[in-house]
Each structure stands twice: as C-alpha cells, then as structure tokens.
C-alpha cells in the first residue's frame, strides 16, 4: 500500500501561489492515479485534481485554471501548483491514491496547511 508525505503549506495572501509536494513510500508510485485533496474547517473533503499514471489530469472546477497537478515517477512525487490563491482555498491538503479517495479516504494522513489570508 502506498502512503504519501505532503509539505509545502503555509500562509499565504490572496493572489499568491504554493507549491504543494507529497512523496510516495511503501509501494510503486507510477501505477497509480493519484489526486490532491483538501479538507476545510467544517466541511467535507473536497476531491481538488487527479492526475492518471500517465499523465492525464482532471481539476475541480473550483480550481481549473488556477491549480496544476503533476507528478515525477522517478522521483516518486506529486505536486500541486496553486496560483490565483484565494481565502476559499483555506485548507488541508492531503495527497493519496485515487482509489483511496473513492474509498473515502482521500482527506487521510498527516496533510498540509495551506491558509490564503491578508
């Protein structure tokens, strides 16, 4: 079973960008999909981005346009490029399978914070 290690959160203004990382141990990172996922204080997990073991990607569309999910197999790793940030992207994000996240386990683990504030 593969299992993720988010960073790059932080604080950050409205308008500006983070680069979110997570690191896949524990099984082969290149055969999954993997997707970006964000769970806000009271709310539900939010499925934000896939990205296919090929390199397909799919966005919400609350973030088309502004976020850009990649992925480097050889270097077992995800990323989620957030621009265009804004306080509704308040949040923490959360790195797993695509599988996973339809077992509804997408928002599990540790996370990372991400907070869009002036």
């Known amino acids: 079973q593969v299992q993720f290690v988010e960073s790059g959160g932080g604080l950050v203004q409205p308008g500006g960008s983070l680069r979110l990382s997570c690191v896949a141990s524990g099984s082969i990172f290149g055969i999954y999909d993997i997707g970006w996922y964000r769970q806000a204080p009271g709310k539900q997990c939010e499925l934000v981005a896939t990205?296919?073991?090929?390199?397909?990607?799919y966005y919400a569309d609350s973030v088309k346009g502004r976020f850009t999910i990649s992925r480097d197999n050889a270097k077992n790793t995800g990323y989620l490029q957030m621009n265009s940030l804004k306080p509704e992207d308040t949040a923490v994000y959360y790195c797993?399978?695509?599988?996973?996240?339809?077992?509804?386990?997408?928002?599990w683990g540790k996370g990372t914070l991400v907070t869009v504030s002036p």
């Open positions: 797993n399978t695509v599988q996973q996240g339809t077992n509804g386990m997408g928002c």
């Open positions: 990205i296919t073991s090929l390199g397909r990607a």
